[in-house]
């Protein structure tokens, strides 16, 4: 025993070199074969004599290889002496080719000059087949995720109106920031005209995400605007909408939303807004000498949850330059950098520090503020804004 | 826009003395004029930059619309210039960036005084009798080789690209980041570089040009610099005794020196 382990030990240098179980190469810096092992010459089926001081390290890739190797490979092995686990292919002198994994080094003298590049490589053949299998279950994943998000916007698309209309004397805006790419969101807004020079407008949020919300999107949508038809009062509106809700509970999942709605009515230099709101955080209220305040609308019941829900309504007057906003959960709800959720009483003190007078610039700086919390809001967010023109103000 | 920001910018060497801007080529991002940028910066004020979706520029403003030509890296580099209000630039760049540098210069030639083509190929692909040493196989199969070389990058590689100049400890990290880039953006900047043909926006350059090329370059050979030189009118054609196409890595004083050469005479 003891001399077969003695025996083995002895095993020369020079035969562990040759006939390693991996190629071994030393090149010049200009990569210039100067050494290989017989285990790479066999791999390659080339005799030594064809390669030594004769060939680069280069030559042995197939061209797309090559270009790799000068503009990635060579560079970064400058750069910081060493590159390990490249996937590369060599060409046998037959022509066919041989996938491999390469790291080299690079042997430096004592006074820090650069002087050799020993490259050990090992056949990868199996290994990169699987590989390749997973490089293309990879691909058809991020085909499968593009037509997902193709998808969901598509059909985000479809549950907001594609652009406000021009209500006369009025700046309007509104501002839609989905969470997620991948799935439909739950908020929803729209402004349109009733009969003569009143208009209707809502925001709100369902339940959940995805498919299932979309449907209750789309039937709040719906029954949104054909009550506000028939019957303008705000509360009466929301009214109609939970029974509608409460009759389309046969799925698993409970149907229910918050939103306010509005009506709008011209009132001398200004208007006259009547909000409802079921469940939904307050508006603000930006006046036009920067004050800011939340339209108390606390007591309204989150629609679609109670047979008689109660609805609680607010009125009030906009002025030249007041801005009335509407949001989502999204925003107030949304971690700051401290991490702390922001919260209503957060946005009216923001607001008051404002300097805006228009919802268009509103809604410009509140997306701003929702750009500042990074990643930290991480539901959707609606923003739809109202702000009554300044005299001599006539941009369309 | 805030292009320093953008492009990772950074500014060294002699305040007064005239600027060098240099633009680093596929495959890498600035620190690839490491070696060379001490020599000159004792003579020049050397503005470096990282391409957007190199090294550590802004990786959000990448869009596909405006980099899969080189014109949308050429108005980077203009925005560059602007933004730092540089003048009488001489522009430096490598690789596909000398095509980026002419398309620049042709656009807002007041702009540059001097430009150095750093190992140039107008057209990577053969075309009729012109030689660019390249065939669409070719180029297809450097695709699959970034390819199997990203399999390991993953999104958790991403936030140390982008990287935080204020954190020391991520400094190391940074070091292995040099030439990685998100797979999807390598292989965009891959096809527009390798499939671009400028050949014909060499005759329209007016600015004093200097083209260096390597003695053996297996991506932009000795004919490809040649061409270069011969449709650049009054161009200078130098010849660097060095193989590969990085000479500022593989030869950095003899680079440095015939940049310097170029750049400071009158």
Known sequence: METTFSALLEDSAEDLYENAPCGYLSTLMDGTIAKINATLLGWLGHERAELLGRRRFADLLPVGDRIYHETHFAPMLRMHGEIGGIALELVRADGTRMAVLVSSTVKTSANGTAQLIRTTIFDAGDRRAYEHELLRARQEAEQERDRVQLLASTLQRTLLPPSLPDVPGMDVAAYYHPASADEVGGDFYDLFPLTGDTWAFFLGDVSGKGAEAAVVTSLTRYTLRAAAVQEPGPASVLKRLNTALLKDQHGATPRFCTAIQGLLEPAGDGAKVTLASGGHPPALVIRHNGAAELLDTRGGQLIGALPDARFVEVELRLRPGDTLLLYSDGLTEARTHGRVRYDEEDLRDWANTLDVGSATETVAAVSRLLDSFGDGVDDDTALLALSVRLLGDERP | ?266
Request: a negative charge; hydrophobic letters at 45%.
């Open chain 2, 1 to 266: 826009m805030d292009a320093r920001r953008r492009n990772n910018v950074t500014v060294i060497g002699c305040e007064d003395a005239p600027t060098v801007l240099l633009a680093h080529g596929f495959g890498c991002d600035q620190n690839l004029w490491r070696l060379v940028v001490p020599d000159l910066s004792k003579r020049f004020r050397i503005v470096l930059f990282d391409h957007v979706g190199s090294g550590r520029s802004d990786v959000a403003a990448w869009s596909p619309q405006r980099y899969t030509t080189l014109d949308g890296y050429a108005e980077d580099v203009l925005e560059i210039c602007a933004e730092l209000d540089l003048r009488d630039v001489v522009l430096v760049g490598h690789s596909v960036s000398a095509m980026i540098a002419v398309l620049a210069a042709n656009r807002e030639p007041e702009r540059f005084a001097k430009l150095v083509l750093l190992t140039p190929s107008p057209c990577y692909l053969d075309d009729g009798d012109y030689r660019g040493g390249f065939t669409r196989a070719d180029i297809d199969e450097l695709l699959d080789s970034l390819e199997s070389n990203y399999l390991g990058w993953s999104a958790a590689m991403a936030p140390v690209i982008a990287g935080n100049p204020d954190r020391p400890e991520v400094a190391g990290e940074l070091e292995a980041a040099f030439c990685r880039t998100d797979p999807a953006i390598a292989r965009v900047f891959a096809r527009t570089t390798f499939l671009s043909d400028n050949r014909a926006d060499l005759a329209d350059v007016t600015v004093r040009t200097a083209v260096l090329q390597c003695s053996s370059d297996a991506i932009a050979p000795r004919e490809v610099g040649q061409f270069v030189h011969d449709r650049i009118e009054g161009s200078v054609l130098v010849t660097l005794d060095a193989i590969g196409h990085c000479p500022q890595l593989s030869a950095p004083e003899q680079t440095a020196a015939a940049i310097a050469e170029f750049a400071g005479a009158r």
